[in-house]
């Protein structure tokens, strides 16, 4: 068992966590689970196609690792020295030279691992152990495919790292989206979800690591199965090229489309309003704080709270991808969590 320092009961051990997205937002809500449990499942979307990802796919032929490295990292053990050491060098990124720059040492290990062992899935298990993660990170699928999103416009756009940096309008809305083929769910992301008491999805980019994973076949289905509670984490701001103007309304609606709201049993949203220097930055991007205007009549509770983080975010020389310049504090998300789900 594991408390709370806030005054909340103990926690039951057995509780089942899975929590569903990938990139920078599951990093944040691993990173804050991690301190009350080892019971989590780390279910990342396949997608990436952007940075390290296209070599990954194109010249190895193996599928993304970035969002695995990240969960993998996130749930890493830091109690000693050693343990942090490896946590740096799996989360160091190369600078200097044509072929490795912008390359992570985590992401080249998985890479090299994979080949070592025969396969992507024992390289993340094998790299778990090494870094004494607590819980497990599982690929949503192992099919290589691609992210389609279909515009307003009627226009087709094919790749993650398209439809995330946009080279079209970015204001024009996707009206749905899939994958090119069909990916199915893997027996093992399948198995956590159905055996979880709390199933958290998000926060993270919308189409590309959070609806890359609802549209994989069988988690929606598996989602809806389960008798666990599921939580909703809306995003601080919205985002050019995915979710221009969004409300917290226009997100729910967008994620019907895909998993009925009445499956949930919060949504977590931000009230916290974003420093005045960070904000005048995102306006250049065309990004805006996510407005609550969810109302009463909802079919899940509302979780307003302060849940920004006060970090200050620095971009790792050799990164060259667009990046989030806020996040969300994995500790108040965490708490969030653990308190909304009654489960204590």
Avoid at 154 to 163: D, K, P
Avoid at 172 to 182: A, F, G, H, K, N
Wanted: proline share 4%.
């Amino acid at each position: 068992m594991l408390g709370l320092d806030n005054g909340i009961t103990m926690l039951n051990a057995k509780t089942k966590f899975v929590v569903i997205g990938g990139g920078t937002g599951t990093y944040s809500v691993l990173s804050g689970l991690k301190k009350y449990t080892s019971t989590i499942s780390a279910i990342v979307s396949m997608t990436d196609s952007g940075g390290s990802a296209k070599k990954e796919r194109d010249e190895w032929g193996l599928l993304p690792s970035s969002d695995i490295r990240k969960s993998l990292i996130a749930l890493s053990d830091v109690s000693t020295e050693d343990n942090l050491l490896l946590r740096e060098l799996f989360q160091y990124r190369y600078s200097e030279g044509e072929e490795l720059s912008g390359m992570t040492f985590g992401n080249l290990f998985l890479v090299t691992l994979a080949k070592l062992l025969g396969s992507q899935e024992k390289a993340i298990q094998k790299a778990g152990e090494l870094l004494k993660i607590r819980g497990e990170v599982l690929p949503v699928s192992l099919s290589r495919v691609d992210l389609v999103a279909k515009y307003a416009d009627g226009t087709e756009v094919v790749g993650e790292h398209f439809i995330d940096e946009p080279r079209h309008n970015g204001t024009i809305p996707i009206v749905s989206l899939s994958t090119r083929p069909q990916a199915k769910v893997t027996r093992e992301a399948k198995r956590a979800i159905l055996e979880s008491d709390v199933v958290i999805i998000g926060p993270g980019g919308f189409y590309t690591t959070l609806l890359a994973n609802l549209v994989i076949q069988g988690v929606p289905e598996a989602i809806i199965k389960s008798r666990a509670q599921k939580i909703f984490i809306l995003n601080l701001m919205s985002e050019y090229g995915q979710t221009y103007g969004f409300t917290a309304k226009k997100f729910m609606t967008e994620l019907s489309k895909y998993v009925p709201l009445t499956i949930l049993s919060s949504v977590l949203i931000n009230k916290e309003p974003i420093p005045g220097k960070i904000l005048a930055r995102y306006k250049a991007f065309k990004a805006e704080p996510v407005v609550n205007d969810l109302g009463n009549n909802n079919p899940f509770k509302v979780i307003e709270k302060d849940f920004l983080s006060e970090e200050k975010i620095k971009k790792q020389k050799g990164d060259t991808l667009r990046r989030s310049l806020i996040r969300h504090d994995p500790e108040k998300l965490a708490k969030a969590c653990i308190e909304v789900t009654r489960l204590v």
